[in-house]
């Protein structure tokens, strides 16, 4: 039976003539295909049923082509894990991972900022200058006894990374030698384990791979060099780290370490990973159960990544997210948030410190320690004492941003106490009320109180008398003039300032918006890295805080500092620490910059 031309399923041969000619292969181009340009138009054709069992067949094809670029894609845009990690035990307690290749972007971004100080201006003799700078700190450090060109150098050439598993942790407590430190570093091709450690002792196969023992490191040392890395610790934890390598069981696969891991954004000069379960636990076995007050939850972890931008040193720490344990009725944390304290500080404050969400991080402490039952008691005879100043929540539960700042004042320095509270109103009535019971508390003694205008304003100044009684009964005697101590306090709207030195009070009172510690160029680059919503931040103008301290140098330091730290001090510009709790964990982020 000849077939019929509209059945589906009838196979037509193929007209070389009529049929166009196949196209060009799609060309991958920084990981994007782009199609090919047409050739020719195609009319369309009216859609049979063989026609649509043709599009049907083809979209699944093109669909199954799109999902598999995208899965690729996603691999390559990942970043992958180091060669090194596949020697480290799965079981690894600490991880701790260098980059001396400078990977990815970080090689230009080291060189950018190298380039803020003297000699490493020329950024096509980077390379030269990290090996004259690595050269001087091995022979420094070796007393000129290791050559850094033969016995480093070769071992730089790509990631590197040291493990110390729960075992070893308890051996070195217990004062024995640690059985499971192992260091895998990536060679350049020429390193073996007599180029590095010299004259090596017996040699045993093991898995086909030579392991030589160092004696010159002491009883146990051994060496192998498999493929181009060179493995390095005892002859167990050697053994220990082919075995994870060949068997494919090394902490690369651990699921804990890669949810770690992944926590770290970009290409990181280094990281260190903590796993909290069995270090706790070596603690508990060889402490007397020091790991159980350290109250880490179970499947606690820490990671820390250290990475580099144009101007700045970043440095990351991530925790695993923690259940809470806060009773029911607790008050929830306040969210991450800018600071107010920023606008309210003058631009040539040295440092300060702000937490936000005082009030309900103290409500919250209370109420776990009086879920408690070995400190409910003692929490209750806490607040039966406060309740003659009307109780915790007349303390602190008013309070909403709570900081500490350093500025200058006059030729010295001065602090202040800045608090914000919930309201005016609040501030205000809190404000009178400390005043009036420092007056009560005065009376007959040397304590004055007395109060002063200022821009409308009203401040408190407490003159606390002669102190130099209480140093000398804290063993630390006074000589020369009185010791006295001053401090005054003033309300501004919500803001509650308390100042120690020359015209500190009076001096953030005067701040307006645009001289501000928020308009500082400084503080603006540091928070912006850091992150300017947080729970807690912490600030220190370098540049301004390194300019005051010189003036109190005496002239043979002055000396010193001026010809050999000054050139390179006087490029750093701020450093801040920021941290930020969350479901997922805790983020702690620190950075330095440069100017």
């Given at each position: 039976m000849d077939?019929?031309?509209?059945?589906?399923?009838?196979?037509?041969?193929?007209?070389?003539?009529?049929?166009?000619?196949?196209?060009?292969?799609?060309?991958?181009?920084?990981?994007?295909?782009a199609e090919p340009a047409a050739t020719h138009a195609v009319e369309a054709a009216p859609m049979t049923g063989g026609s649509r069992t043709r599009w049907l067949v083809g979209g699944g094809v093109a669909v199954a082509a799109l999902a598999a670029i995208a899965l690729a894609a996603s691999f390559l845009a990942a970043s992958p894990m180091p060669d090194v990690l596949k020697y480290l035990p799965a079981d690894s307690a600490i991880v701790v991972e260098l980059r001396p290749e400078l990977p990815g972007d970080q090689h230009q971004h080291v060189g950018n900022l190298l380039a803020h100080f003297p000699g490493f201006e020329d950024q096509s003799t980077l390379d030269a200058k990290l090996d004259e700078v690595l050269e001087r700190v091995t022979r420094e450090a070796s007393a000129g006894?290791?050559?850094?060109?033969?016995?480093?150098?070769?071992?730089?050439?790509?990631?590197?990374?040291?493990?110390?598993?729960?075992?070893?942790?308890?051996?070195?407590?217990?004062?024995?030698?640690?059985?499971?430190?192992?260091?895998v570093a990536t060679t350049d091709g020429s390193a073996t384990c007599a180029s590095i450690f010299g004259p090596i002792g017996e040699t045993t196969t093991y898995r086909s791979v030579d392991v030589e023992t160092l004696g010159s490191f002491g009883p146990g040392a051994a060496c192998a060099l498999h493929e181009r890395y060179l493995l390095v610790g005892t002859e167990a934890s050697v053994q220990g780290g082919l075995d994870a390598r060949l068997?494919?069981?090394?902490?690369?696969?651990?699921?804990?370490?890669?949810?770690?891991?992944?926590?770290?954004?970009?290409?990181?000069?280094?990281?260190?990973?903590?796993?909290?379960?069995?270090?706790?636990?070596?603690i508990e076995e060889t402490a007397d159960g020091l790991g159980s007050a350290a109250q880490l939850p179970e499947g606690f972890w820490l990671i820390q990544g250290f990475r580099v931008t144009d101007d700045a040193l970043v440095l990351d720490a991530y925790t695993a997210a923690v259940a809470s344990t806060l009773p029911s009725g607790a008050p929830t944390s306040a969210p991450a948030s800018e600071s107010r304290f920023a606008a309210a500080l003058p631009d040539d404050t040295l440092a300060f410190v702000e937490y936000h969400g005082v009030g309900a991080t103290v409500e919250q402490a209370f109420a776990a320690l009086g879920a408690q039952p070995g400190t409910a008691e003692i929490l209750q005879g806490l607040e039966?004492?406060?309740?003659?100043?009307?109780?915790?929540?007349?303390l602190t539960g008013w309070i909403e941003d709570a900081g500490i700042a350093v500025l200058p004042a006059g030729d010295a320095f001065g602090g202040a106490v800045l608090v914000r509270g919930t309201d005016a109103e609040t501030a205000t009535a809190r404000v009178t009320q400390i005043r009036n019971l420092l007056v009560l508390?005065?009376?007959?003694?040397?304590?004055?109180?007395?109060?002063?205008?200022?821009?409308?304003?009203?401040?408190?100044?407490?003159?606390?008398g002669d102190l130099s009684s209480l140093f000398d009964d804290a063993g630390f005697p006074v000589a020369g003039e009185r010791s006295r101590l001053e401090l005054?306090?003033?309300?501004?709207?919500?803001?509650?300032?308390?100042?120690?030195?020359?015209?500190?009070?009076?001096?953030?009172?005067?701040?307006?918006?645009?001289s501000s510690l928020a308009t500082s160029a400084t503080y603006g680059r540091v928070i912006e890295i850091a992150g300017a919503?947080?729970?807690?931040?912490?600030?220190?103008?370098?540049?301004?805080?390194?300019?005051?301290?010189?003036?109190?140098?005496?002239?043979?330091?002055?000396?010193?500092?001026?010809?050999?730290?000054?050139?390179?001090?006087?490029?750093?510009?701020?450093?801040?620490?920021?941290?930020?709790?969350?479901?997922?964990?805790?983020?702690?982020?620190?950075?330095?910059?440069?100017?």
């Open positions: 077939p019929r031309p509209d059945d589906p399923t009838t196979i037509h041969p193929v007209d070389p003539v009529s049929e166009p000619a196949t196209a060009p292969a799609p060309e991958v181009t920084n990981g994007a295909v006894q290791v050559d850094y060109a033969t016995r480093v150098k070769p071992l730089l050439a790509g990631p590197m990374a040291v493990s110390v598993t729960a075992d070893a942790l308890g051996d070195s407590m217990a004062g024995g030698t640690p059985d499971g430190v192992l260091l068997d494919g069981t090394g902490v690369d696969r651990s699921s804990t370490y890669r949810a770690a891991r992944s926590k770290l954004e970009g290409d990181q000069l280094g990281s260190m990973y903590l796993d909290g379960d069995p270090i706790i636990a070596v039966d004492a406060l309740l003659t100043l009307g109780g915790t929540d007349n508390a005065s009376t007959g003694t040397d304590i004055t109180v007395t109060d002063s205008e200022h821009d409308g304003v009203t401040i408190t100044t407490v003159d606390l005054a306090f003033a309300a501004r709207d919500d803001l509650v300032v308390i100042g120690v030195g020359d015209g500190v009070v009076e001096r953030i009172l005067d701040v307006e918006a645009g919503k947080n729970d807690l931040q912490v600030f220190i103008a370098l540049d301004a805080t390194l300019s005051l301290v010189e003036g109190f140098l005496p002239p043979d330091e002055l000396a010193m500092w001026s010809t050999e730290l000054r050139p390179y001090l006087d490029h750093l510009a701020g450093v801040a620490m920021t941290s930020v709790n969350s479901s997922s964990g805790a983020h702690i982020r620190g950075v330095l910059t440069v100017k």
